[in-house]
């Protein structure tokens, strides 16, 4: 019992240590801007459909930085419940070049 408590105060210790403030290195402030487009509509009772544009510019919102594009399908449950299947194409601007990325998504939605 007394090697645990030991233990125990020693972990203790150890991570206090690793959580005191250090000195913080200058701020760097950046303006940015993300601007969002959506569509939503339903094809009849059951399905329905999703879109959703978005464009995000960084350095003082001077240069380009992200834009997605995230169609959807969704199918009603209940009026208040919904699963949807989506796909999202994403590209990332990293310096002299741009990274995309493109994966499916989904979710359950209650409202």
């Known amino acids: 019992m007394k090697i645990e408590k030991k233990f ?3 972990l203790f210790l ?3 240590f690793f959580s005191l ?3 913080a290195q200058d701020l760097e402030e950046d303006f ?3 601007a969002t487009v959506i569509g939503e509509g339903k094809f009849n009772d059951k399905f329905g ?3 959703e544009l978005q464009g995000r510019v960084k350095e ?3 240069r380009a930085d992200q834009a997605f594009f995230r169609p ?7 009026n208040k419940t919904s699963l949807w299947l989506g796909y999202v194409a994403a590209a990332t601007a990293v310096p002299d070049d741009r990274r995309y990325e493109k994966r499916y998504w989904q979710q ?4």
């Open 60 to 62: 003082d919102a001077g």
């Open 49 to 51: 459909w999703y879109a």
């Open 32 to 34: 940015r801007v993300w």
């Open 21 to 23: 403030p250090t000195n």
């Open 108 to 111: 359950l939605m209650h409202r």
């Open 72 to 78: 959807a399908i969704n199918y009603w449950l209940t």
């Open 14 to 16: 150890v991570c206090s």
């Open 8 to 10: 125990l105060a020693l």
